[in-house]
């Protein structure tokens, strides 16, 4: 038996820290290989770290809750003799690729060498939140608005956790603060408002996430929401008409999932800059575009799996990748490259019977589109022999886009692209 470091794996190409859930083997405690040492977080991804080798877990060097970076120490085991080599020789390997990619990033020069080894947020040109602010501000339910108006008092009025940890003891003074003109005395009133008494569901740790990811995107992007409707007739007739024959052909179910994000990759080529980030002043147009889906779990919570490289697929590929992922989905076994990379998403909040959604864009993208119930109405057609009245499937479109950097004509003209490239589909493509 020889005592060895355990470290923190990489669990994607680009995962850089995870956060302890949960230890499944105690200090002190045997187990087999494969058994399930710690149970890891990344972003909303669930992993199970299994033992490299039987062994005896000798200390745990983090606890539950510890944002941890990827290749750092987590435990030190005791695994039996010849079964270690190859493992600790692999994680080092491992780790310092990652390393070596967690530097590439350009940051402030006074932020050190110990920044360039974290994830930082940048939400204006004078803060920065470090991941250990980042966890006491989440913990605490301190949005980033909030906590831009704290004053830090590190190098350069950087944010420092004991400054957090002091204003939370001043009873977060700033909380309801608004900026208005020095020329108002209006102030925004401490309301209690009277919630109600009732069952209390404490939110799961995805909940959370996914709130703090809501309210940090209403804060950061200013939301415009576009609409139109199109006629998708001829691809719910091709689809109707085709699915069965290409399920046999293809070994694949034909949802209208593939034929959206078809689509909108041939509008995104089009309309390039809608497929775009914001850092800073600097506005980034994404060279890949990979298509999120946002997809509804069994318990209610929200997660995006991501279609890589959307532009360069045959529909049998997009059907494949699309059935891959949201099968994932529903069975809990999504991995973080799956959820990561995305350059647009598509909310088809028809699937649950909507008429039309307007959706919250999934930061940092610039824009996010949402489907309809395709919906079966009497239209009025122009024609050259005069209007006509026919039974059409309908559907309602709308794009929220971020107006920093997506002004109307590019939202609309991108919008209707995407529906023009709908209403066009090709009934005799062939399968």
């Known amino acids: 038996m020889s005592k060895t470091e355990f470290k923190m794996p990489k669990m994607g190409e680009s995962i850089t820290e995870g956060t302890i859930i949960n230890w499944l083997v105690q200090e002190g405690d045997s187990f087999e290989e494969g058994d399930i040492l710690v149970e890891v977080a990344t972003d909303k991804v669930d992993n199970e770290v299994p033992a490299p080798s039987a062994g005896k877990m000798i200390s745990h060097k983090v606890s539950a809750k510890d944002v941890v970076p990827v290749g750092a120490t987590i435990a030190v085991l005791e695994l039996s003799e010849g079964a270690s080599a190859t493992e600790i020789s692999e994680q080092k390997k491992e780790t310092k690729t990652s ?8 940051l402030q020069k006074d932020q050190g060498d110990k920044a360039a080894r974290s994830k930082n947020f940048k939400i204006n040109e004078n803060l920065f939140i470090s991941p250990l602010v980042d966890v006491v501000a989440r913990k605490n339910h301190i949005s980033y608005e909030e906590l831009a108006r704290i004053t830090g008092t590190g190098k350069d009025g950087r944010l420092r956790k004991s400054d957090v940890t002091n204003y939370l003891k001043e009873g977060r003074p700033f909380q309801f ?20 008494t009732g069952k209390i569901v404490e939110m799961d740790r995805m909940r959370e996430m996914i709130a703090d990811h809501m309210v940090y995107s209403k804060h950061t992007s200013p939301h415009v929401t576009a609409y139109i409707e199109a006629d ?49 002043k600097n506005i980034i147009v994404k060279e890949d575009i990979n298509i999120g889906m946002a997809t509804a779990l069994p ?10 490289n959307a532009d360069t697929k045959n529909l049998k590929e997009l059907a494949a990748s699309t059935n891959e992922l949201v099968g994932k989905s529903r069975a809990g076994d999504l991995k973080g490259d799956d959820m990561k ?17 307007t959706p919250i864009i999934n930061q940092p993208e610039a824009a996010i589109l949402a ?10 057609l122009e024609k050259e022999d005069g209007d006509t009245i026919e039974i059409r499937s309908m559907m309602y479109l709308s794009l929220s886009f971020d107006h920093r950097i997506v002004d109307g004509f590019l939202a609309g003209s991108f919008l209707r692209r995407v529906g023009d490239y709908m209403e066009q589909f090709d009934v005799s493509r062939k399968i």
Request: hydrophobic content about 40%; glycine content about 8%.
């Open 299 to 308: 318990s209610g919570n929200l997660i995006v799996p991501v279609v890589k």
């Open 371 to 380: 489907t309809g119930i395709i919906k079966k109405r009497a239209e009025v």
């Open 341 to 357: 990379g995305s350059t647009f998403t598509i909310s088809n909040v028809g699937t649950f019977g909507s008429l039309m959604g």
């Open 232 to 280: 998708l007739t001829d691809m719910v007739t091709w689809r109707n008409a085709n699915k069965v024959k290409f399920q046999k052909k293809h070994g694949e179910k034909l949802t209208f999932t593939p034929l959206f994000i078809e689509a909108v990759a041939k509008a995104i080529k089009d309309f390039p800059m809608i497929n775009s980030s914001l850092d800073g």
């Open 99 to 106: 390393a070596s990619k967690t530097k590439k990033p350009a």
């Open 177 to 196: 603060a608004q900026v208005v003109p020095e020329v108002s005395g209006f102030q925004v009133p401490d309301l209690k408002f009277d919630k109600g």
